[in-house]
């Protein structure tokens, strides 16, 4: 009896974790064709690579949609990384040196003068977050 009542009193104190949602505002896309590709990064590694890397989660918006919602996430610290697939073909397109040729984004909008970091960009997830992507053409 004694283990069951144990058992019930600290079934009763584990709290299930929120899921929280981040709503994400797109600013500065300048084409009107294809779509806005996001992927939500819980860590440095693959980070800000969409396609090779392993977000955590990757959403797709169409062009023209003011803001973008990643659901169900834990709390904790997130970096997202976003780009404007201007054609299309699912991909960040870039030149023969890496440099993207689709306009990017970041969480907190780092100044690019190189590749994108995870450090710059995380942000800490406690409740429903808000924030803003401006895209940048380099």
Known sequence: M???LTAAMIAGLAVPAQAEQITVALQGVK???GTIVLCLWDRDASFPDCEGGKPLKRIVVPVGAATA????VAAGTYAISAFHDANGNGKLDSNFLGLPLEAVGMSNNPKLN???RFKPARFK???PTRLMIRFQSL
């Open 2 to 4: 004694r283990i069951l």
């Open 69 to 72: 919602t990643f659901d169900n």
């Open 114 to 116: 190189g590749p994108p």
């Open 125 to 127: 997830v406690a409740g």
């Open 31 to 33: 084409k009107n064709t």
